[in-house]
């Protein structure tokens, strides 16, 4: 139950930081590789919330490589914007950081809730 309670509200909780981020970076037009940190996070959080809605879809079947690959795909891709942001010199560098890493635990979750059921 707390592990549910956990994973979904790590996961809407990005929907307070897309917005945010998104309005600091307005002003900030300028810093393209900013741009494209927070284009390439709100994506893939895009893509979780579709492959929760339509999981066989856009997942696969259970215990199948095509998750696994997916997940471990996406939780890798948003790690790495993490790292990415981190080193960047930009205005809203902790908001982009921090909005990347939580997607990327978010499928970090979703790995392990596939692996554990």
Known sequence: MWLVLAFYT???SRLLLLPLTWRKLRPFTE?????????????????LIAALL??????????????????????????????FAILRKSS??????????VVSVAWLFVWAINTAV
């Open 54 to 83: 339509a999981r066989r879809m856009m997942l696969g079947p259970d215990y199948s490589e095509r998750l696994f690959l997916t997940v471990q795909a996406h939780t890798a891709f948003d790690f790495g914007l993490f790292v």
């Open 31 to 47: 810093n393209r590789y900013a741009v494209v940190i927070v284009a390439a996070t709100s994506f893939s959080y895009s893509y």
């Open 10 to 12: 790590l996961l809407f």
């Open 92 to 101: 809203a560098r902790k908001l982009l950081a921090c909005s990347s890493l």
